[in-house]
């Protein structure tokens, strides 16, 4: 209801806001009206009324002479001030020489002698001296206002006088004529005032609406007013202000989006949680690390159950940073808590694969060590036997034969590390060209074999060739028939099997060796790892075959694996791209 009530209201405002800009417009012309009209009345009232004063007295003062003319020697009484009067249909005042009043055309012959002298008065003064005079005031003998004209008559003085009733009457008349006038203006104003105010109030809608979607979020609102009046200039600054926020918001929502696609690739967990402890900022990483669907307005506490978060959180609420390292199920997660608007960001940093990295690390240069120091402790023995000079020839021929053969074994300990680096680098890739692995089987086989009591089969019934680099080929099938050869016992046989698999070919090689158990398959691709150490370094390898094979397979985008029973020999296969034709 009250929202109803708010939406009448605002609906009501534009009619009330035009209702009120009409008002003041038309209040304003009816006040200049009403000015102009009164100074113009003041200004027409005065100079009408001075206008006809003088025509009065003008009129007067001819009537006067002609009386005068006319009066001869004749005797001054009331009679002949009443038979002036009644001619003229003017006030007619005889007066002696000495300013007695003789006779009064308005004043019975009774009350004469009760009528002050006037050879005080102006006009009579003036005309005892023997000029016209002429003057206006209210009649304190009959309470008029009178135009009074006296003319000198032999000493004596003739005074006509004139009633100014008639022209306050038409002063009057004036002044209603021109309140007429008015009323008629001030009538004509409003429509007037109404046409004027509406130009005003549709522009100021106009800017109005403007402003009114621009709040709304609707940056492409502009008022489009044209013009150099003050409602124009209103209009064309909210325009610039449009554009000028539009251009901020557009980047703001760029930089948003920006830091939104940085924020939700993160792989680290990073949340923001409240005093409360709820949570009001998170990236997608989060629900990854708690296994679950997450809100915003989930509980921290309901998310975490690991006391250690919990703890950092509420110690960063209070304002504390922390920073540490701990277990979290089967991860080492770097923990980190910071204060931020009476809340806590957290931050969660896996380190498993950091700190798996650093122990392989650890481990590889400790099997370098290893590897290399028993060779170098061979060599350094020899040497220094040799050095003394006290071996027979025969012998000191044999010591440096083992000399030879322990720095054989470490340079090609090195040449493996090398290749491996090279390969794990990224700096390699394969030159890919049509190459027969039973082909090139049997000459990398032709190179390693040493024993005749060990044969060689090549299972190749369709010839197929692979699409892969000719070097790492032989690099791979040199180290699985070496490896072959070098746990395979006397009278045994390695077969090369190679199949075609969808758009793959697959390559096998099995030997009736010892075979491996099954605690031991799933590391023997990992460097130095050896299922008989001892073995392995009687027959001079290096640990490092299998390591490097699976990354050249990988390099290619193949697959590599191991099957093995022991007492039942061992098969490692890997697959590679079919080259697409068979070769005859």
Known sequence: MVGAERSRVTQMNPLRADVRLVTRLYAAIALLLIALFGVFQALAVADLAETAKGEVAYHLEQTGRLVESLMGDRRFDDALADSLGATHELRVTLIGADGAVLGDSDVEASRLSLVENHAGRPEVSEALDGR????????????????????????????????????????????????????????????????????????????????????????????????????????????????????????????????????????????????????????????????????????????????????????????????????????????????????????????TTLRSVEGVRRDFVANVSHELRTPLTSIMGFAEAIVGGELASETAHGFGERILANAARMRSLVDDL?????????????????????????????????????????????????????????????????????????????????????????????????????????????????VDPARSREEGGTGLGLAIVKHLVGGHGGQVGIESEEGRGTTVWFTLPVAGRLIP
């Open 418 to 530: 090398l290749d491996l680096s090279l390969i794990e680098s990224g700096s390699w890739s394969p030159t890919l060209e049509n190459v027969m692995p039973g082909a090139v089987a049997l000459e990398v086989w032709n190179d390693l074999v040493g024993r005749e009591v060990i044969a060689l089969r090549i299972d190749d019934p369709d010839k197929l060739a692979l699409e892969a680099d000719d070097s790492a080929v032989r690099q791979i099938l040199r180290n699985l028939l070496g490896n072959a050869i070098r746990y395979a016992p006397g009278g045994t046989r390695i077969v090369v099997g190679v199949r075609r698999e969808g758009d793959s070919v697959r390559v096998d090689v099995s030997d009736e060796g010892p075979g491996i158990s099954p605690e031991h398959l799933h590391r023997v691709f990992e460097r130095f790892y050896r």
């Open 132 to 351: 016209v005079g002429v003057a206006e005031r209210m009649s304190s003998t009959v309470d008029r206002l009178f135009v009074y004209v006296a003319v000198p008559s032999r000493g004596r003085a003739i005074r006509f006088a004139s009633s100014r009733a008639a022209d306050h009457r038409a002063a009057s008349k004036a002044r209603w004529w021109m309140f007429l006038v008015l009323l008629v203006g001030l009538v004509i104003a409003y429509p007037i005032a109404r046409w004027a105010s509406s130009g005003i109030v549709r522009r100021l809608q106009r800017a109005e609406g403007a402003l009114v979607d621009l709040a709304g979020g609707d940056l492409k609102a502009r008022a489009q007013l044209t013009g150099v009046d003050r409602v124009a200039s209103v209009g064309q600054a909210i325009d610039r202000l449009a554009d000028a926020l539009e251009e901020r918001v557009e980047e703001s929502d760029t930089r948003a989006d920006n830091l939104r696609a940085l924020f939700d690739g993160l792989e680290d967990a990073v949340a923001f949680v409240d005093a409360d402890g709820t949570l009001q900022i998170r990236n997608p990483a989060l629900e990854r690390w708690v296994g679950q669907s997450v809100r915003i307005g989930d509980r921290l506490d309901e998310l975490f159950k690991s006391p250690d978060i919990i703890s950092a959180v509420n110690r960063a609420q209070v304002g504390e940073t922390v920073t540490e390292e701990l277990r979290f199920g089967n991860r080492i997660v770097l923990l980190s808590t910071r204060p931020h608007r009476g809340g806590a960001v957290l931050t969660l940093l896996d380190l």
